[in-house]
């Protein structure tokens, strides 16, 4: 059982460029979401999905799209790469919340990317 | 929008200290979850508190849920070394999906 398992670990970008950070979980989570972590600010969030064909936006959506085609993947694209884009992306999954389960968030290990 | 501050920033500690650190939402909370995040580590889930002035326990560590369901703490009793990390509290605004992090608490402890 895999998990969440985010691609790549490591990117380095120049301002300008367009990239897709792929996330995948196998445990049929309907929730997914992208966050970003940066010194001093926590997690934020980018964008979440609450199933197939739904997404919304976060806390700090701008320079990023989401698409959700299938339960299991959710890509996040940068269209337009820029410095302030720098930093270190967690995709994360979880059952809808409920009587049966808390709705606890299973995170990937991260992908760090470096804009210059 | 919904947000949650967390205090402080950084706690430094001698082995054996108690620590705690105060997580407060600007709106009324359905949940608040608690997460760990060891150093260069993904955040790993700790806890889910539910109920108004609800209050967990997990061995050293004490969760409570404020009884306005607004505020949340997290208090280690006798803290090691394998305490150090990033402490998360995260929570979900009523009516909706989204999950909102404080900034978190580093934790660092001086054997």
């Known amino acids: 059982n895999a998990g969440v398992t985010q691609t790549p670990k490591f990117q380095v970008l120049k301002t300008g460029q367009s990239m897709t950070l792929q996330c995948a979980q196998d445990?049929?989570?309907?929730?997914m979401s992208w966050y970003r972590q940066d010194p001093g600010m926590g997690l934020r969030l980018i964008h979440y999905?609450?199933?197939?064909?739904?997404?919304d936006q976060g806390e700090v959506p701008n320079g990023y799209n989401v698409s959700r085609s299938t339960t299991e993947d959710f890509p996040l694209r940068l269209l337009s790469a820029a410095p302030s884009q720098t930093s270190v992306y967690f995709c994360?999954?979880?059952?809808?919340?409920?009587?049966?389960?808390?709705?606890?968030?299973?995170f990937g290990e991260g992908s760090r990317l470096t804009v210059l | 929008g919904q947000q949650v501050m967390q205090i402080p920033q950084y706690q430094h500690v001698q082995e054996g200290e108690d620590f705690t650190t105060y997580c407060n939402s600007s709106?009324?909370?359905?949940?608040i979850q608690w997460y760990k995040q060891r150093p260069g580590g993904h955040p790993v889930f700790l806890i889910q508190?539910?109920?108004?002035?609800e209050v967990k326990k997990q061995k050293r560590l004490t969760f409570q849920f404020g009884e306005a369901k607004k505020n949340s703490s997290l208090h280690i009793t006798a803290t090691q070394t394998t305490d150090v990390g990033t402490y998360f509290c995260?929570?979900?605004?009523?009516?909706?999906?989204?999950?909102?992090f404080g900034a978190g608490t580093r934790l660092f402890v001086k054997a």
């Open positions: 994360a999954s979880s059952l809808t919340p409920g009587t049966l389960n808390t709705g606890e968030l299973f």
């Open positions: 445990m049929n989570h309907e929730y």
């Open positions: 999905s609450v199933g197939a064909g739904i997404t």
């Open positions: 709106t009324t909370l359905s949940n």
């Open positions: 508190l539910v109920k108004s002035g």
């Open positions: 995260a929570g979900r605004g009523t009516g909706g999906f989204k999950t909102i």
